[in-house]
């Protein structure tokens, strides 16, 4: 019953069949094996861009910290929610691969900012010139931080207020395939028909080993990503051990179907705990992540029993009142089964 986030689950056995098989024989080097052709042409055909240049690296900081680099200059300012992953859990990986950039924090409700949220942020940034950082770039992240989803005219309506500034848009999407399931939407409509210049496409935290892939749609971009990821450290030398990962991602749908079982999960998991007496929900269960609160006895008899997951804020202790409520986070994963949820609820609920 481990909930604690989709990084914890194994990798997918077709993921771990296909680095088997690229561990066969030789391939040329950085990039250049022919299983990272397959990915680009299969990167290309999912997101509807014929044009668009494909990288991989290993994690999702080095996607969204590079790909900030190439949107903006050392004195912009990167605008994204107070909750953004770029925010909370980088260690400032952003600022120093940007070469200084500024996070400007945007408020909005459930980890997503709002058109007018964004505006006025952007309206106040820059305005005694050079005393100022200037404005740079836009970063959304969907599936966001706390488990809600963009659809794409919510996208697209925050990308009509950055273009309108003259501003990028880039997407994390460490959780996109979620995101992608939750809207019923696709990867075009929640890209760059919307809008984003570049994706940060998530396979981590959905059944990959370590592989992200970096799409940027305008291929004017692309040489300078190559060098800063060079000089960054992040070309990977064997990398048709990255190419196999997201081969197999991507092969008949495979990236879709782990991100259905996740939300899916989450999905059971969170009507289970709102129909549990003095529990809530924090925020909408809307991709693979449930926020809740429920009485601290809940919580006791859970973590005694052997779940694992985070009381949100970490701040929260499980010593007090059993009739209390605290809050959670609890992250559902493509290999979390019924079983799983229905475990965790009955100790919640305090039944054998």
Not at 51 to 71: I, K, P
Not at 122 to 145: K, W
Not at 271 to 285: F, K, S, V, Y
């Amino acid at each position: 019953m481990n909930f604690a986030s989709d990084n914890t689950s194994a990798a997918a056995p077709e993921v771990m069949a296909a680095l088997a098989a690229a561990n066969e024989g030789y391939a040329m080097p950085y990039g250049r094996d022919p299983i990272m052709d397959r990915v680009r042409a299969a990167l290309r055909e999912t997101f509807e861009a014929p044009e668009a240049e494909v990288f991989l690296v290993a994690t999702g900081t080095a996607a969204n910290a590079l790909s900030l680099a190439v949107l903006t200059d050392p004195w912009g300012a990167v605008f994204c929610h107070r909750n953004a992953h770029v925010e909370e859990d980088e260690c400032g990986a952003p600022e120093f691969y940007t070469g200084g950039s500024k996070l400007v924090l945007v408020e909005g409700e459930h980890a997503k900012m709002t058109p007018e949220t964004l505006r006025k942020a952007i309206t106040l940034t820059g305005r005694s010139g050079v005393h100022n950082v200037q404005r740079g770039m836009v970063t959304i992240t969907n599936a966001t931080e706390n488990g809600t989803v963009y659809s794409a005219a919510e996208t697209q309506a925050l990308c009509e207020v950055a273009k309108g500034f003259g501003l990028p848009v880039h997407l994390d999407g460490a959780r996109f395939a979620n995101a992608v399931v939750a809207s019923n939407e696709s990867p075009a409509e929640l890209t760059w028909r919307a809008g984003v210049d570049v994706v940060s496409f998530g396979g981590t935290k959905n059944g990959c080993m370590g592989v992200e892939a970096v799409v940027i749609f305008d291929p004017a971009r692309a040489w300078e990503f190559e060098l800063r990821r060079k000089r960054g450290g992040h070309l990977f030398s064997k990398h048709r051990f990255l190419s196999a990962q997201m081969a197999a991602y991507l092969e008949d749908g495979l990236w879709l179907g782990l991100a259905r079982a996740a939300n899916a999960a989450a999905a059971r998991l969170s009507a289970g705990i709102a129909a549990i007496p003095g529990a809530a929900l924090t925020h909408p269960t809307e991709a693979n992540a449930v926020f809740a609160s429920f009485p601290r006895a809940g919580h006791r008899r859970a973590f005694e029993g052997g779940a694992a997951y985070y009381l949100w804020p970490f701040d929260q202790t499980l010593d007090g009142p059993g009739e209390e409520p605290l809050s959670c986070r609890m992250v559902a994963s493509w290999s979390t089964t019924g079983a799983d949820v229905d475990g965790l609820l009955a100790l919640i609920r305090g039944r054998d």
